[in-house]
Nanobody, 122 residues
């Protein structure tokens, strides 16, 4: 059992920045691939970013490349999502995810956080 708790969401104007954090507890964290998904009103949950257990490999959705950065500090059992140049279309509930395999779609996820709301005003 792994518990994930997101924080750092909020309301920001377009062009602004937010940093989301996800703190993990329970079973071993460092060997899990971690990632972020988001779900906007009326839309399906979509992949945003992922990072390997070592932090040596990252992947991003095309919509956030160059603007978002995912990182992890295993000693703190924490994964981060730095979001810059935010756009109104980034508005969504953001979910932290963990997998003992890969993180690329919702079917691969073993554990989910409760989500944190990010709202970007125009």
């Amino acid at each position: 059992q792994v518990q994930l708790a997101e924080s750092g969401g909020g309301l920001v104007q377009a062009g602004g920045s937010l940093r989301l954090s996800c703190a993990a507890s329970g079973r071993t964290f460092s060997r899990y691939a971690m990632g972020w998904f988001r779900q906007a009103p009326g839309k399906e949950r979509e992949f945003v970013a992922a990072i390997s257990w070592s932090g040596g490999s990252t992947n991003y959705a095309d919509s956030v490349k160059g603007r978002f950065t995912v990182s992890r500090v295993n000693a703190k059992n924490t994964v981060y999502l730095q979001m810059n140049s935010l756009k109104p279309e980034d508005t969504a509930v953001y979910y932290c995810a963990a997998s003992n395999g890969i993180v690329s779609n919702t079917r691969n996820v073993n554990y989910w956080g409760q989500g944190t709301q990010v709202t970007v005003s125009s």
